[in-house]
């Protein structure tokens, strides 16, 4: 069956500094990899989304995302973090042939100041 | 445009209670989804609407959950009779198609705590 791992349920970072959270996922056909962010009491937003072609991915508020299927990954990065990222961060992904998503459990990403 | 509706926006009951919750997606939409988001974990999928057909519903209980979309608009989900492990946050989205490139638009959800 297909899985999502987001390693980290919590990740703090210092305002300013990199922020990487961690995806990988199980298949051995590459999926569709999406990355939500969810703000307190607020629905889910699509940050960026690989499909094909170009495997990094830039997104909206400076994310990015490279997909590298030698490692099964789709890890999210921004160069530095600002007080507003400060939110909880989904990997999804739609298993090739299927309408489905499958998400991860989430990774709350806290910024210092 | 308009996003997508959800209401209401807390409910709390008692055990064996009934309840119902509203879904009304991005005009033009033909798929809509329900989710159950529970505490600490990833949103699930329970059922997949295209227009008023159903297309997924292989994780919602059936014997407890009904959903419906009767004229390929807004949905309504029901829980009948609600148990403990019905606690979380019941999310709609919608999206052009089910195509899985087509983004999914999610509305801010429904926290259901069941007492």
């Known amino acids: 069956a297909q899985s999502v791992t987001q390693l980290g349920s919590h990740v703090s970072v210092s305002e300013g500094a990199l922020v990487l959270l961690r995806c990988n996922y199980s298949?051995?056909?590459?999926?569709?990899l999406f990355w939500y962010v969810q703000y307190p009491n607020q629905g889910l937003q699509l940050l960026l989304k690989?499909?094909?072609?170009?495997?990094l991915v830039k997104g909206i508020n400076g994310f990015e995302a490279e997909f590298k299927k030698s490692e099964t990954s789709f890890h999210l990065t921004k160069p530095s973090a600002h007080m507003s990222d400060a939110a909880e961060y989904f990997c999804?992904?739609?298993?090739?042939?299927?309408?489905?998503?499958?998400f991860g459990t989430g990774t709350r990403l806290k910024v210092l100041a | 445009e308009a996003g997508v509706a959800q209401s209401p926006r807390y409910k709390i009951i008692e055990k064996r209670q009934s309840v119902a919750f509203w879904c009304n997606p991005i005009?033009?939409?033909?798929?809509l989804y329900w989710y159950q988001q529970i505490l600490g974990q990833g949103p699930k999928l329970l059922i997949q609407?295209?227009?008023?057909?159903?297309?997924?519903d292989s994780q919602l209980p059936k014997d407890r959950f009904s959903a419906e979309r009767l004229k390929g608009v807004d949905s309504t989900l029901k829980i009948q009779p609600a148990k403990l492990e019905d606690s979380a946050v019941y999310l709609c989205a919608s999206s052009f198609s089910g195509d899985p490139k087509n983004i999914q638009y999610f509305g801010a959800g429904t926290r259901l705590s069941v007492l």
């Open positions: 298949s051995s056909v590459p999926p569709y």
């Open positions: 690989y499909t094909t072609g170009a495997t």
């Open positions: 609407f295209q227009n008023n057909g159903v297309v997924d």
């Open positions: 005009s033009g939409h033909a798929t």
């Open positions: 999804a992904v739609s298993p090739s042939g299927t309408y489905k998503y499958i």
